[in-house]
Nanobody, 124 residues
Framework: VQLQASGGGLVQAGGSLRLSCTAP????????MGWFRQAPGKEREFVAA????????WYADSVKGRFTISRDYAKNTVYLQMDSLKSDDTAVYFC??????????????????WGQGTLVTVSS
């Protein structure tokens, strides 16, 4: 079952978007769910992660204080609330699933299941 990311779109700088990630039939229990992004010509980079059980959160310095990751048990969905968006946030955003904990949640190599990505474009 694929991870399904949605919620991307075009927004002006300073605006907000909320991304969602779900996988019908796939449980996130016991895993870490992460959001990554990839801008044109750049490598995929870590944005945020959350431990499904316990709720521990990790953020990239570039988004700390502006983005919030959360999860909804009942809907089996992970969210990324993005506020105060900047043009530098323009990228394709991917959700992914991992068994990693602690500092390794920032490493793409620890994620074994990825969604298709959703495009976020921030106009200045």
């Amino acid at each position: 079952v694929q991870l399904q990311a949605s919620g991307g779109g075009l927004v002006q700088a300073g605006g907000s978007l909320r991304l969602s990630c779900t996988a019908p039939g796939r449980s996130f229990s016991g895993y870490t769910m992460g959001w990554f992004r990839q801008a044109p010509g750049k490598e995929r980079e870590f944005v945020a992660a959350i431990r499904w059980n316990g709720g521990n959160q990790w953020y990239a310095d570039s988004v700390k204080g502006r983005f919030t990751i959360s999860r909804d048990y009942a809907k089996n969905t992970v969210y990324l609330q993005m506020d105060s968006l900047k043009s530098d946030d323009t990228a394709v955003y991917f959700c992914a699933q991992s068994r990693a904990i602690a500092s390794s949640v920032r490493e793409t190599s620890t994620y074994f299941h990825w969604g298709q990505g959703t495009l976020v474009t921030v106009s200045s």
